[in-house]
């Protein structure tokens, strides 16, 4: 089952909407900001029990 997380983008604070399937596993990408248009360095982990732990870095930083 997909879910939805959200988080503030590291360069402008506005939030981040992120959608994520568990059977995806864990993920590392570059997604850029629906405002501000820079690129955050997204860390996704999903625990056992398919609860995500998200990492949003600039771009520069990762």
Do not use: H, K, N
């Amino acid at each position: 089952m997909a879910g939805w997380v959200q988080r503030q983008c590291p360069y402008c604070g506005e939030p981040v909407e992120l959608a994520f399937a568990p059977e995806d596993g864990d993920q590392d990408y570059i997604e850029d900001c629906a405002v501000c248009c820079r690129p955050i360095a997204v860390r996704l982990r999903l625990d056992q029990d398919g609860e995500a732990r998200v990492e949003l870095r600039r771009d520069d930083e990762a």
